[in-house]
């Protein structure tokens, strides 16, 4: 079974450019969360996806955006890049049916650099 | 909100030592917990998770962590020590069943000693 595959793995973007990262999730998983990780915040939840809607958001300002497919692939954006945007971007898969309890198969994650 | 605490974001051990790795939870709901590692330029990978199936969770590659409801604990541990364990090691939490959204813990940076 295929793991959860991210692209790019690694990318340079100019400060107010923007930016779109993929995600393709495991096969029959309908539910993809994205995390920001860095040295200083650690791991933080973006927002999650499911169905093509998004069902859970976190602390992050309107310039992360997100969707998702009807094949469950999600992609997301941010747009005006700061300095600070720069982070390793994790995407999560999970199953949502019964006997699953949140846990998340995580790609190798993009390495978003901004300079 | 759920949240996971990790105390001493480095630790060192020597090869062939114990393990141990502290987490605790804030939860006002049952919790499920996880253990997750990752190694350099890599995701994170799932080590066990806790469930309220069994208080003592085995998991892969030796780990094994038990869940206290009473100290709110769920700390994870290796009897022996091996120099492939060194990674980061983060605990994680989940506050209902259903909900994706994970809160993690600090993260343990793990260097094992030859």
């Known amino acids: 079974k295929a793991g959860v595959t991210q692209t790019p793995r690694y990318l340079i973007k100019t400060r107010g450019q923007q930016v779109t990262l993929s995600c393709s999730p495991i096969?029959?998983?309908?539910?993809v969360s994205w995390y920001q990780q860095t040295p200083g915040q650690g791991l933080q939840f973006l927002f999650e996806y499911f169905s093509e809607t998004q069902r859970n958001k976190g602390n992050f300002p309107g310039r992360f955006s997100g969707r998702q497919f009807s094949n469950s692939r999600s992609e997301m954006n941010v747009s005006t890049l700061e300095l600070g945007d720069s982070a390793l971007y994790l995407c999560?898969?999970?199953?949502?049916?019964?006997?699953?309890?949140?846990?998340?198969?995580f790609g190798q994650g993009t390495r978003l650099t901004v300079v | 909100a759920q949240s996971v605490t990790q105390l001493g974001s480095h630790v060192s051990v020597s090869e062939g030592a114990l393990v141990l790795l502290r987490c605790n939870y804030s939860?006002?709901?049952?919790?499920?917990l996880f253990w997750y590692v990752q190694y350099p330029n890599q995701g994170l990978q799932l080590l066990l998770k806790?469930?309220?199936?069994?208080?003592l969770v085995k998991g892969i590659n030796g780990f094994e962590a038990e869940f206290k409801k009473s100290e709110t604990s769920f700390h994870l541990t290796k009897p022996s020590a091996h120099m492939s364990d060194a990674a980061e090691y983060f605990c994680?939490?989940?506050?209902?069943?259903?909900?994706?959204?994970?809160?993690f813990g600090k993260g343990n940076q793990v260097v094992v000693i030859p």
């Open positions: 096969s029959g998983h309908r539910s």
């Open positions: 994680a939490v989940s506050p209902a069943y259903g909900n994706n959204r994970l809160a």
């Open positions: 999560a898969s999970s199953s949502t049916g019964q006997g699953t309890y949140g846990e998340a198969f």
């Open positions: 806790y469930t309220s199936a069994a208080t």
């Open positions: 939860s006002s709901v049952p919790p499920y």
